[in-house]
């Protein structure tokens, strides 16, 4: 059983910052990448960022510059910095993981619960 479980989400201004994290625990054996997707309101989810095991980052157009993504591999925890928020930004926000666990030994996708990001005056 793997269990993905965020944070950092919330109401910021215009311009303003969020931090988001993701711990990963269970009975993982590996974790090949992990990342962000976010979904706004009547859209489909979308990649926002993401991290491979050997710290190769990818990013969207849409945030390249204003978002960070990191992870801590001691703790299997993703972070994403977000700077510069903009209105267009606000979505529910959901972790993923590229892993293997100790059960299956083989890959699988997990999902977050997803975290709100409004960004608002």
């Known amino acids: 059983q793997v269990q993905l479980v965020e944070s950092g989400g919330g109401l910021v201004r215009p311009g303003g910052s969020l931090r988001l994290s993701c711990a990963a625990s269970?009975?993982?054996?590996?974790?090949?990448?992990m990342g962000w997707y976010r979904q706004a309101p009547g859209k489909e989810r979308e990649l926002v960022a993401a991290?491979?095991?050997?710290?190769?980052?990818n990013y969207a157009d849409s945030v390249k510059g204003r978002f960070t993504i990191s992870k801590d591999n001691a703790k299997n925890t993703v972070y994403l910095q977000m700077n510069a928020l903009k209105p267009e930004d606000t979505a529910v926000y959901y972790c993923?993981?590229?892993?293997?666990?100790?059960?299956?030994?083989?890959?699988?996708?997990?999902w977050g619960q997803g975290t709100q990001v409004t960004v608002s005056s």
């Open positions: 269970g009975s993982i054996f590996s974790i090949n990448a």
């Open positions: 993923n993981a590229d892993l293997v666990t100790w059960s299956q030994m083989r890959r699988n996708n997990y």
């Open positions: 991290i491979g095991s050997g710290g190769t980052t």
